[in-house]
C-alpha cells in the first residue's frame, strides 16, 4: 500500500480500460474505486462515484479509443463528478489518446481537434494527464497543464529481449516519422536500422517507394505508434519481403485496429504482431497472429511516482 503523502490516493476506471485499471491497482495493492457508469434511457451517459473523494488524489484511466467520442464523454463526466465532490488533485490516466491526430490544419477550414480536446479536459477539471506515446509529441504543449508522456518503446524492447532476438535482426521504420522510435529501439540491440519511404496519396491510402537500408536475408522488426487500417504496416512488410527478407515482425503501442486492420494482417506477410494493451482488443480482433503486452506495471509505477512526486523520467533510467 502506498504511503500517503497528499490525500489518500484513488483509482477509477472508465469503461474503455477497466482490465488495465484492474491490473494496475493489483500492482499497487490498491482497490479499484466503486463507480457506475452507464447510459440514460435517452442515450445520455451517465455517471455515479458510489465513494467519497473529498481531499483526495484522484486517478482516473480511460483510453479514448472506439467509441472514442463516448470514451471521451465518460471521461469529461469523471473527471467533473471527482472535481465537484473536492477531489484535491485530478489525473487523467489516457493510455491512448484520441484525436491526436487532428494536431494541425491539413486543409482550409479544418479543426485543430487535438487541442481542442486538451481545452476540454482542462475545463473539466483535470489536473495533470499521464498517457503513452501520443501521435506527435507536440501535443504536449497544447495542455497548461503537466502532462507525462510515457513510452511504449522500452516496454515492447524488453519482450523481445525475454523472448530473444535473431542475431540477422534490423530495425524497419515503417515512416520518417517513426524514426527517433525506431533509432532508439535499434540501439537496444546493437542492431543496423532501415526505413521505408512512402508517399500517402490519401488518406489511409500508402504506396511504398524504397526501402533505405539492407533488409536481404535479414529478420525485420517493424515499430510504430500505432496500427490503425494496417495499411502501411501491411504494405510495408510486403515491400521488406520483396526486397529479400526472411521474416517480417511487427509491433506497435496502439492497437487502434480499425475498418480492414484485421482481415489486412491475417492476409499479411507478418508472421507476428505484438501490441500494448493501451487499448483492449475485444475477442473478434484476438487473432492468432496478434500477442499483448501488458504495460500495467509501467502505468502503475508511474502512478506512485506523480502521487509522491518524483520525476517519471527515473523510469528510463
Given at each position: 500500500?502506498?504511503?500517503?503523502?497528499?490525500?489518500?490516493?484513488?483509482?477509477?476506471?472508465?469503461?474503455?480500460?477497466?482490465?488495465?485499471?484492474?491490473?494496475?491497482?493489483?500492482?499497487?495493492?490498491?482497490?479499484?474505486?466503486?463507480?457506475?457508469?452507464?447510459?440514460?434511457?435517452?442515450?445520455?451517459?451517465?455517471?455515479?462515484?458510489?465513494?467519497?473523494?473529498?481531499?483526495?488524489?484522484?486517478?482516473?484511466?480511460?483510453?479514448?479509443?472506439?467509441?472514442?467520442?463516448?470514451?471521451?464523454?465518460e471521461?469529461?463526466?469523471?473527471?467533473?463528478?471527482?472535481?465537484?465532490?473536492?477531489?484535491?488533485?485530478?489525473?487523467?490516466?489516457?493510455?491512448?489518446?484520441?484525436?491526436?491526430?487532428?494536431?494541425?490544419?491539413?486543409?482550409?477550414?479544418?479543426?485543430?481537434?487535438?487541442?481542442?480536446?486538451?481545452?476540454?479536459?482542462?475545463?473539466?477539471?483535470?489536473?495533470?494527464?499521464?498517457?503513452?506515446?501520443?501521435?506527435?509529441s507536440?501535443?504536449?504543449?497544447?495542455?497548461?497543464?503537466?502532462?507525462?508522456?510515457?513510452?511504449?518503446?522500452?516496454?515492447?524492447?524488453?519482450?523481445?529481449?525475454?523472448?530473444?532476438?535473431?542475431?540477422?535482426?534490423?530495425?524497419?521504420?515503417?515512416?520518417?516519422?517513426?524514426?527517433?522510435?525506431?533509432?532508439?529501439?535499434?540501439?537496444?540491440?546493437?542492431?543496423?536500422?532501415?526505413?521505408?519511404?512512402?508517399?500517402?496519396?490519401?488518406?489511409?491510402?500508402m504506396e511504398?517507394?524504397?526501402?533505405?537500408?539492407?533488409?536481404?536475408?535479414?529478420?525485420?522488426?517493424?515499430?510504430?505508434?500505432?496500427?490503425?487500417?494496417?495499411?502501411?504496416?501491411?504494405?510495408?512488410?510486403?515491400?521488406?519481403?520483396?526486397?529479400?527478407?526472411?521474416?517480417?515482425?511487427?509491433?506497435?503501442?496502439?492497437?487502434?485496429?480499425?475498418?480492414?486492420?484485421?482481415?489486412?494482417?491475417?492476409?499479411?506477410?507478418?508472421?507476428?504482431?505484438?501490441?500494448?494493451?493501451?487499448?483492449?482488443?475485444p475477442?473478434?480482433?484476438?487473432?492468432?497472429?496478434?500477442?499483448?503486452?501488458?504495460?500495467?506495471?509501467?502505468?502503475?509505477?508511474?502512478i506512485?511516482?506523480?502521487?509522491?512526486?518524483?520525476?517519471?523520467?527515473?523510469?528510463?533510467?
Open positions: 500500500m502506498l504511503n500517503q503523502i497528499h490525500g489518500a490516493i484513488k483509482i477509477f476506471a472508465g469503461n474503455s480500460s477497466k482490465k488495465l485499471a484492474q491490473a494496475i491497482c493489483e500492482q499497487l495493492d490498491l482497490e479499484l474505486g466503486k463507480m457506475e457508469v452507464g447510459k440514460f434511457s435517452d442515450g445520455e451517459t451517465a455517471v455515479n462515484i458510489k465513494e467519497s473523494v473529498r481531499g483526495c488524489d484522484v486517478f482516473i484511466i480511460q483510453s479514448t479509443n472506439t467509441p472514442v467520442n463516448d470514451n471521451l464523454m471521461l469529461l463526466l469523471i473527471i467533473d463528478a471527482c472535481k465537484r465532490a473536492s477531489a484535491m488533485r485530478i489525473t487523467a490516466v489516457i493510455p491512448y489518446f484520441g484525436y491526436a491526430r487532428q494536431d494541425r490544419k491539413a486543409r482550409a477550414r479544418d479543426p485543430i481537434s487535438a487541442k481542442l480536446v486538451a481545452d476540454i479536459l482542462q475545463t473539466a477539471g483535470a489536473d495533470r494527464v499521464l498517457t503513452m506515446d501520443l501521435h506527435s507536440q501535443l504536449q504543449g497544447f495542455f497548461n497543464i503537466p502532462v507525462d508522456n510515457l513510452m511504449g518503446m522500452p516496454v515492447l524492447a524488453k519482450h523481445f529481449k525475454k523472448v530473444g532476438v535473431p542475431t540477422n535482426l534490423t530495425i524497419v521504420s515503417p515512416d520518417m516519422g517513426s524514426v527517433v522510435r525506431s533509432r532508439a529501439m535499434a540501439s537496444k540491440f546493437d542492431a543496423p536500422l532501415a526505413i521505408i519511404d512512402k508517399r500517402r496519396p490519401m488518406a489511409n491510402v511504398v517507394m524504397n526501402i533505405i537500408g539492407d533488409v536481404k536475408g535479414r529478420s525485420c522488426l517493424m515499430l510504430d505508434d500505432m496500427i490503425d487500417t494496417a495499411g502501411t504496416i501491411c504494405q510495408g512488410a510486403q515491400a521488406l519481403i520483396d526486397n529479400g527478407a526472411s521474416e517480417v515482425v511487427a509491433c506497435c503501442s496502439h492497437a487502434v485496429l480499425s475498418g480492414p486492420a484485421i482481415e489486412r494482417l491475417e492476409a499479411s506477410k507478418l508472421s507476428k504482431i505484438i501490441v500494448l494493451d493501451t487499448i483492449e482488443l475477442e473478434e480482433k484476438r487473432i492468432g497472429k496478434i500477442e499483448v503486452v501488458t504495460i500495467s506495471d509501467l502505468f502503475a509505477e508511474a506512485e511516482r506523480v502521487y509522491t512526486d518524483l520525476p517519471i523520467s527515473k523510469l528510463y533510467e
